[in-house]
């Protein structure tokens, strides 16, 4: 099942498993932050992951939600990776991968069908050539090289229908780029979540959930922090460890 330079790892808090590759996608904390920020459905509607990676995001909603989650991935090692974790957790009656670009998602699912999309986009502006990370797969999915944020919030709002909701995490220095782009795509922020690496330091990570269609008006949710002296904080622990 393992190919070159894979491995599987343990996602504990949800007794599953994940296939990943130092070389070509590892996920990182952001996904186990996005997927507890999002207040997802449980029962009705279906849920749709944009850059989905190794499926880290699907996997780890998985054990908060009944309903069916769609994947996009437009890197096909990364979306054969996720396929194999889908199948090795047999999960695969409940989650669907699929390999494609999202600037053409509207092409590969109907419009405003789901309740819920997640996504944990590329955060950085392409760099000049010279800049660029050597290793492909990282630059995919570090750098808008493939789809801009823009593209991003266009086929989330795209895929959501009315009153649905799209849950992102990205870096707070584009909080202000973010929220103009979901307004400008009918997607109203409602919930924003700072996280810091400590309690000293200064927010290196934004949460955002807007409603299609919704009303203005956004709550701002207590912050986050990562760290503390002896390690990750209570909260962290719990939700990379479970609660065991």
């Known amino acids: 099942m393992l190919k070159t330079d894979e491995r599987l790892d343990h996602l504990l808090a949800q007794s599953l498993r994940i296939i990943q590759s130092p070389s070509v996608f590892s996920f990182s ?30 996997l780890l909603l998985s054990s908060k939600t009944k309903v069916t989650i769609d994947a996009l991935e437009i890197q ?31 092409q590969q699912f109907d419009n405003e069908s789901y309740s819920y999309v997640t996504v944990n986009p590329p955060y950085f502006s392409t760099p000049p050539a010279g800049e660029k ?3 492909e797969h990282h630059t995919i999915a570090r750098h808008e090289v493939m789809c801009t944020l823009e593209d991003v919030v266009r086929t989330a709002s795209s895929l959501t229908k009315q009153n649905g909701k799209v849950g992102m995490v990205h870096r707070p220095e584009r909080l202000i780029e973010i929220i103009d782009l979901m ?11 700072w996280v810091h690496p400590t309690p000293d330091k200064a927010a290196n990570t ?10 203005p008006g956004v709550i701002f949710e207590p912050p986050i922090f990562v760290h503390e002296a002896d390690g990750y904080t209570k909260q962290i622990k719990e939700w990379l460890y479970g609660t065991n």
């Open 206 to 215: 934004i949460l955002v959930e807007a409603i299609k269609d919704g009303k």
């Open 133 to 135: 990370n050597k290793n």
């Open 29 to 58: 904390l952001d996904a186990v932050l996005l997927a507890n920020f999002c207040r997802i459905p449980y029962s009705k509607g279906k849920i749709m992951d944009l850059c989905s990676g190794n499926g880290v995001i699907p």
């Open 76 to 106: 096909p090692r990364l979306a054969d990776m996720a396929q194999r974790s889908v199948e090795y957790n047999e999960l695969s009656q409940r989650i669907h991968i699929y390999e494609g670009d999202l600037r053409e998602a509207t």
């Open 183 to 193: 307004r400008r795509y009918r997607l109203e922020p409602k919930r924003i979540q």
